[in-house]
T-cell receptor, first 114, second 110 residues
């Protein structure tokens, strides 16, 4: 089936540094999402993105977070500066239209902030 | 309170037994998906099932919108079925937000 790719699979970074997580969504999809899962905890919605804009974000999507998809390339999640509580697995997803359509998930990027 | 509740929270089976996992939600529904999360963390999509019943091998998903519930039935469980099962729903309001349940941790013993 359609695949979503995420790069890197694992990132270790010092607190205060910037990190960019990359997602290669399904090619004809128009909606993109980021989710955060702290180890052993529930998967939480962060943000969704459509037509170059953030459509909706949760309380977890702090001011230090930003998303973009320049010129149809990777859909990225940038955290600047990082904090210890940002350590988690970040999952990217895409869907053809909105969330009433099936979402396809990537394998996740495990972010460790030291 | 929790919009999406899964039960049981954990379940231990002997190989060959069947399992019934429940997902109950408190909001109206636009879509429902079931996922299997491997012990290493990666997600496997099992069903996209906003309503009705779907089958895939030993798995069956049934969503009853009026009763605000969805179930996942696993027949003849295998040790490789061990992991966490998640339901996720999108509400039928003007939002694209998807909410995940808390998950059911399944352990199948040989």
């Amino acid at each position: 089936g359609p695949k979503v790719l995420q790069i890197p699979s694992h990132q270790i970074i010092d607190m205060g540094q910037m990190v960019t997580l990359n997602c290669d969504p399904v090619s004809n999809h128009l909606y993109f999402y980021w989710y955060k899962q702290i180890l052993g905890q529930q998967m939480e919605f962060l943000v969704n993105f459509y037509n170059g804009k953030v459509m909706e974000k949760s309380k977890l999507f702090k001011d230090q977070f930003s998303v973009e998809r320049p010129d149809g390339s990777y859909f990225t999640l940038k955290i600047q500066p990082t904090a210890l509580e940002d350590s988690a697995v970040y999952f990217c997803a895409s869907s053809l239209w909105g969330s009433s359509y099936e979402q396809y998930f990537g394998p996740g990027t495990r972010l460790t902030v030291l | 309170g929790q919009q999406v509740q899964q039960s049981p929270a954990s379940l231990v089976l002997q190989e060959g037994e069947n399992a019934e996992l429940q997902c109950n939600f408190s909001t109206s529904l636009n879509s429902m998906q079931w996922f299997y999360q491997r012990p290493g963390g990666s997600l496997v999509s099992l069903f996209y099932n906003p309503s009705g019943t779907k089958h895939s091998g030993r798995l069956t998903s049934t969503t009853v919108i009026k009763e605000r519930r969805s179930s996942l039935h696993i027949s003849s469980s295998q040790t490789t079925d061990s992991g966490t099962y998640l339901c996720a729903l999108a509400r039928s309001s003007n939002t694209n937000k998807v909410v995940f349940g808390t998950g059911t941790r399944l352990q199948v013993l040989p």
